[in-house]
């Protein structure tokens, strides 16, 4: 074999000479990883970054939404009460009325016969009355000087109180008509908007008709019916029992724009077992006319607007004991707090107990936490790192 040969490894000899040399350098790194990791541990306990937030003292405005339908407080049909032909209509289409203005006139004159007869029998039978009660005095005169029998006293005395019965009965026919006379003026029963008509001059109309002339509907003020959620009564309730007229907002189908604000007015006594959900009535004074009857609209009630204390959601954990948080001392340990939350409002939610404003609490990072567990607050990108965090970046820059 010549020299050459000698120093020619082959390729199953190279690669088992590499895989060995392998095996050697990573098992060093290994023991050296595992004894510095060791040591370490043995040293001091690992740290783990967290980013917090502080707990503020606010006021907290909690808003339920729901959908409503515009609601008029009163919708009347305008109806004759007596039968007639129509001989007058004193509204437009679409009008604002007063409560007792003139709207349609009924023929009048058949109801000016019946009244002007009805007094006439009152005339004949108040001078009857008369005559009865002056013969009753000559006959107590007489009866006095034992000329006229008791029977025949007694007998006109019967007789001027029945007339006078018949004189009452007469004053009741006359009011009667009179009354119906009154009926030929048909007038509006309250304020509102007038609808569209429903007959024309010189229809027959009658009290049964079941169109009616037109309709009344009250604009100014009005109401709007929504629901909440059963969930959702509680704090509902409670707000209720500290202000009883809770501010609620009504606004369009895109809830883009605001269209009136009001106030709590009702609330219904049971629950709908159908659907789960609690009625409620809103009034607002609509002076610009902006909700109109039976039209669809976004309600954000007003439940809450309270001083207290307001973390985000996200920094609540829920456990098998109830709700809790990570409070941070200012050593940079972490603590389990218990809390009990009142209202939330999109993000953030208020601590009724267990928290107190100026304390620090753990937002993200909270996987890898435990009791007494040293932390590194870190800040958000773009934000101001924490004073603490700052501190440690300075003193690890010095030599």
Request: aromatic share 4%.
């Amino acid at each position: 074999m010549s020299p050459c040969h000698s120093f020619r490894f082959s390729p199953l000899r190279l690669l088992l000479a590499g895989s060995l040399l392998a095996l050697s350098v990573a098992a060093c790194g290994s023991r050296d990883e595992s004894g510095n990791a060791a040591g370490g541990r043995q040293r001091g306990e690992r740290v783990v970054p967290v980013r917090v937030v502080t707990a503020s003292q606010q006021d907290l405005t909690v808003r339920i939404k729901s959908l409503g339908t515009v609601t008029a407080l009163h919708t009347v049909t305008v109806r004759s009460r007596v039968e007639g032909e129509l001989v007058r209509i004193a509204f437009a289409e679409g009008q604002q009325v007063a409560a007792g203005d003139l709207l349609a006139q009924i023929d009048p004159r058949a109801y000016e016969v019946a009244l002007a007869q009805a007094l006439g029998t009152q005339k004949q039978n108040q001078a009857e009355l008369e005559n009865a009660r002056h013969q009753l005095r000559r006959y107590e005169e007489l009866h006095a000087q034992k000329y006229v029998a008791a029977q025949d006293l007694s007998n006109q005395q019967s007789l001027v109180r029945q007339l006078e019965g018949r004189l009452q009965s007469d004053q009741a026919a006359v009011d009667e008509a009179r009354l119906q006379l009154s009926y030929t003026r048909i007038t509006a029963p309250v304020s509102g908007r007038m609808g569209l008509r429903a007959v024309d001059l010189g229809n027959l109309v009658r009290s049964g008709d079941a169109d009616g002339i037109a309709t009344i509907t009250q604009t100014n003020p009005i109401s709007v019916l929504f629901t909440i959620p059963e969930n959702e009564l509680g704090p509902v309730i409670e707000a209720v029992r500290h202000n009883p007229q809770l501010p609620v907002q009504a606004w369009d189908r895109s809830e883009k724009q605001l269209l009136a604000s009001g106030s709590l007015s009702s609330v219904d006594n049971r629950i709908d077992t159908a659907t789960g959900t609690l009625k409620l009535r809103a009034q607002f004074d609509n002076a610009d006319e902006a909700l109109f009857p039976n039209q669809f609209v976004n309600i954000r009630l007003t439940v809450s607007s309270a001083d207290a204390i307001v973390i985000p959601n996200a920094a609540v954990q829920f456990g098998s004991e109830g709700t809790y948080v990570y409070v941070i001392a200012a050593d940079d340990t972490a603590s389990l707090r218990s809390v009990r939350l009142g209202a939330a409002e999109g993000e953030n939610v208020a601590v009724i107990d267990g928290l107190a404003a100026g304390e620090r609490v753990v937002l993200e990072g909270i996987d890898n936490l435990r009791e007494g567990a040293k932390v590194e607050v870190v800040a958000a990108p773009g934000q101001t790192p924490a004073p603490a965090a700052a501190d440690k970046a300075d003193h690890a820059a010095r030599p």
